[in-house]
């Protein structure tokens, strides 16, 4: 996305009938000939920095391949607000932050021959479906699938790694308590622990349709789908295997 891309380049069909309608009402309107001559009111750069913005919301999740919906609101400005007139097309950029996300800030400038720059506040919410508790849960609790759902949330207001899959959280450590309906984040997970080293485990060996088990013992701790030492006790080698169970460890033929 080029930032300093004239903004009258980006506008949907909904807005240019926006501002076909503003020019008709401040630059047209036989009462007031000295406002339309003159000066740029504060609805054009509240109109300007929606239609910018939802331009760079839909490029930022069309290039992010983040699916969502949003909804934006412009700040109101002082009505008494009065730029000069641009002779030329008004431009907008992306002031603050670098992802059109939660509040933002546009700065929307003319370069004519009376240059000027207004810095507008917006906000951007961004909803997406996130992981979040159905209950209260307990620290060091492991999550099970009726401990978490799919809710709509606003991501521009998270900091923290939200989760969008119920998969990504069902078997992980809790590393702090949580209230029921509350977002789960990477913060509040750790890998939960489900073979200790001296456990027993079966070991699989796969190839094809061929399974062969044997037994082993396990040379160090590790969660679901880490890699950890195990020694089988036929052979009495040591070897790598992948955990896929609490007791369940598999390597390839």
């Given at each position: ?62 290039t ?23 002779d ?24 004519g ?17 996130v992981v ?7 620290r ?25 899959s ?44 061929l ?6 013992e396990a ?5 679901m789908s ?9 052979s ?7 955990i ?10």
């Amino acid at each position: 996305m080029n930032a300093k891309t004239t903004f009258s380049r980006r506008l949907t069909s909904n807005y240019r009938r926006l501002l076909y309608g503003l020019s008709a009402l401040f630059f047209l309107n036989p009462g007031h000939p000295a406002v339309a001559d003159s000066v740029t009111l504060p609805d054009l750069l509240i109109g300007v920095t929606q239609g910018f913005l939802e331009f760079t919301v839909e490029d930022y999740l069309a290039t992010s391949q983040t699916p969502g919906r949003y909804e934006i609101k412009v700040n109101q400005l002082d009505p008494r607000l009065r730029m000069p007139h641009c002779d030329k097309e008004l431009t907008a950029t992306l002031e603050s932050p670098a992802q059109p996300l939660g509040r933002v800030t546009v700065r929307v400038r003319c370069d004519g021959a009376s240059p000027w720059t207004v810095f507008v506040p917006a906000q951007v919410k961004l909803f997406r479906e996130v992981v979040t508790t159905t209950r209260p849960l307990k620290r060091a609790g492991i999550i099970s699938p009726d401990d978490v759902m799919l809710r709509e949330r606003d991501i521009g207001q998270i900091n923290q790694g939200y989760l969008t899959s119920v998969d990504q959280a069902i078997g992980q450590k809790l590393v702090r308590p949580m209230v029921a309906d509350q977002l789960v984040t990477l913060v509040h997970l750790e890998q939960a622990e489900v073979v200790r080293k001296g456990d027993q485990v079966v070991i699989s060996a796969r190839s094809g349709t061929l399974n062969v088990k044997m037994p082993g013992e396990a040379l160090s701790n590790g969660g679901m789908s880490e890699q950890i030492r195990v020694k089988n006790l036929n052979s009495q080698r040591v070897i790598k295997a992948r955990i896929t169970a609490p007791g369940q460890v598999e390597v390839a033929m």
